[in-house]
């Protein structure tokens, strides 16, 4: 290196630095020490006692540990194909400029811009078991229903609840990152393909559904990485419903303390979202 490139260099890393040490500081060193506690039985005065690979051997040994990897595979599965399905069916149909598109946008994206805790107590309140507008339209109403039942505090539906609460706050984003692609879609492709026989649902798989391979891999992957750390939206909506973050909640914070057990459940879940993020920055990104 030339004494200028050496100079443009040293000025290079003395930007950088306070960041580094910045994400080193609230990053690294938790991740690091939480790496360091799994190996150890953590008491609540403090002590810790090395065990090695103990916790890990007790939690892969635990039932309730596998309950919540079905549990956050179903939970992964609803909402990323429910939310993916959901924004691209919404961009579909949102494509085209129409009057008044601006605030029918802006609508769209209040689920997921309003503060969890607001849109949670009013997901609580709509399938409350007594005075939830959800059990009295299935009761009162519609009459499906002979009695009101408590879907959210029941753990066989509750999850199907989160699921539909993430896909209708977190599927706005999914459409204002498909939209934003699929209005950049060169129109003669379309005219195109009409002149080659191909109708709409033609045109969708030959022209737009390879276009937007790339938005998609990218919400698909996202989705995954975000909602296999989802902590928030499932625990103040239904408590009940035992995802990894949740199950690893209880494991430090609640009932028996196991804060060694519960450092172990959360590298496991670290080492899977690594291969996520590798396969997000590889394949998707090409970096």
């Not at 609230?26 to 090395?50: C, E, R, T, W």
């Not at 706005?172 to 191909?198: F, H, N, W």
Request: proline share 6%.
């Amino acid at each position: 290196m030339s004494p200028l490139e050496r100079a443009e260099a040293n000025f290079a890393w003395k930007l950088v630095l306070p960041t580094i040490a910045v994400l080193s500081l609230l990053i690294l060193y938790p991740l690091l020490y939480n790496i360091y506690l799994s190996f150890f039985d953590v008491q609540l005065n403090g002590d810790k006692a090395f065990v090695g690979l103990g916790n890990y051997t007790k939690l892969l040994a635990n039932p309730d540990y596998y309950s919540a990897i079905g549990t956050t595979a179903l939970y992964l599965l609803g909402t990323v194909v429910g939310t993916t399905l959901l924004g691209l069916a919404m961009a579909l149909l949102l494509k085209d400029p129409f009057p008044g598109r601006g605030l029918v946008n802006a609508a769209i994206m209040l689920p997921y811009v309003a503060p969890v805790i607001s849109v949670v107590f009013g997901w609580q309140f709509l399938f409350d078991p007594i005075s939830g507008v959800f059990n009295y339209l299935m009761v009162d109403v519609l009459h499906i229903w002979t009695e009101r039942v408590n879907l959210i505090g029941d753990p066989d539906s509750a999850l199907g609840v989160v699921i539909l609460f993430d896909i209708w706050k977190h599927a706005p984003i999914a459409y204002m990152l498909i939209l934003s692609k699929l209005v950049s879609i060169p129109r003669d492709q379309y005219e195109a393909a009409s002149i080659d026989g191909y109708g709409p649902v033609g045109r969708f798989f030959h022209v737009t559904l390879p276009e937007l391979h790339f938005v998609l891999a990218t919400v698909i992957l996202l989705r995954l990485i975000w909602n296999l750390n989802r902590f928030e939206d499932v625990y103040l909506l239904a408590p009940n419903v035992q995802t990894l973050p949740i199950f690893t909640y209880y494991q430090a914070f609640t009932g028996v303390i196991d804060q060694g057990l519960a450092a172990a459940t959360s590298v496991i879940q670290l080492g899977v979202l690594c291969v996520f993020i590798w396969f997000y920055i590889k394949k998707v990104m090409k970096w």
